[in-house]
């Protein structure tokens, strides 16, 4: 039996949902191009024959990527989290949605070069966070805090420190 995923998130870009879908496809695993649509004739919005929406599964998930025109721009109102098993993973994911234009923000934010807002979150900053000895997970934040790209050797330390 398959399962119909029934939410799909669509991302509304200007004119680059082809390119940024091809991107998110290419770092993910799990992740694919299923179809492109394009304009036609008939579709207002658009050039006939320049790419309108792309489908396509990222880690497993459905989204939608739209040519909408630069009506709206993406704002941090909505981001993407990625959850990550370990250091490696988090700068593996950091370094590629910050290539060629992206930036960095803060407290293991980023936006990536089309303005996508993103979350790089290790699992190990949940379960430090979800402690019982809230002194723990308040040092953990506070080490949140004051960060750009999240460290996890440096969330285990101010997580281990003594109170």
């Known amino acids: 039996m398959t399962t119909i995923q029934t939410i799909t998130p669509c991302l509304w870009?200007?004119?680059?949902?082809?390119e940024a879908a091809r991107l998110?496809?290419?770092?993910?695993?799990?992740?694919k191009i299923n179809r492109i649509f394009h304009y036609?004739?008939?579709?207002?919005?658009?050039?006939?024959?320049?790419?309108m929406l792309v489908d396509f599964t990222l880690a497993g998930q459905n989204f939608q990527a739209l040519n909408g025109g630069p009506h709206d721009a993406f704002n941090d109102a909505i981001s993407l989290?990625?959850?990550?098993a370990d250091q490696a993973e988090v700068d593996r994911y950091w370094d590629a949605l910050?290539?060629?234009g992206g930036r960095p923000v803060q407290c293991?934010?980023?936006?990536?070069?089309?303005?996508?807002?993103?979350?790089?979150v290790p699992?190990?900053?949940?379960?430090?966070?979800?402690?019982?000895?809230?002194?723990?997970?308040?040092?953990?934040?506070?080490?949140?805090?004051?960060?750009?790209?999240?460290d996890i050797g440096k969330l285990q330390q101010a997580y281990d420190q003594a109170a």
Do not use: H
Not at 13 to 18: L, T, Y
Not at 123 to 146: F, G, H, S
């Open 13 to 18: 870009f200007d004119r680059q949902a082809e």
């Open 40 to 51: 036609s004739a008939d579709t207002p919005g658009g050039k006939e024959g320049g790419v």
């Open 81 to 84: 989290s990625v959850r990550c």
């Open 108 to 120: 293991g934010w980023l936006k990536d070069k089309f303005g996508v807002s993103w979350q790089v």
């Open 98 to 100: 910050t290539a060629d």
């Open 123 to 150: 699992t190990a900053l949940i379960a430090m966070l979800q402690d019982e000895d809230r002194q723990k997970a308040k040092r953990v934040m506070q080490a949140v805090m004051q960060m750009v790209k999240l």
């Open 24 to 31: 998110y496809a290419s770092i993910f695993l799990n992740s």
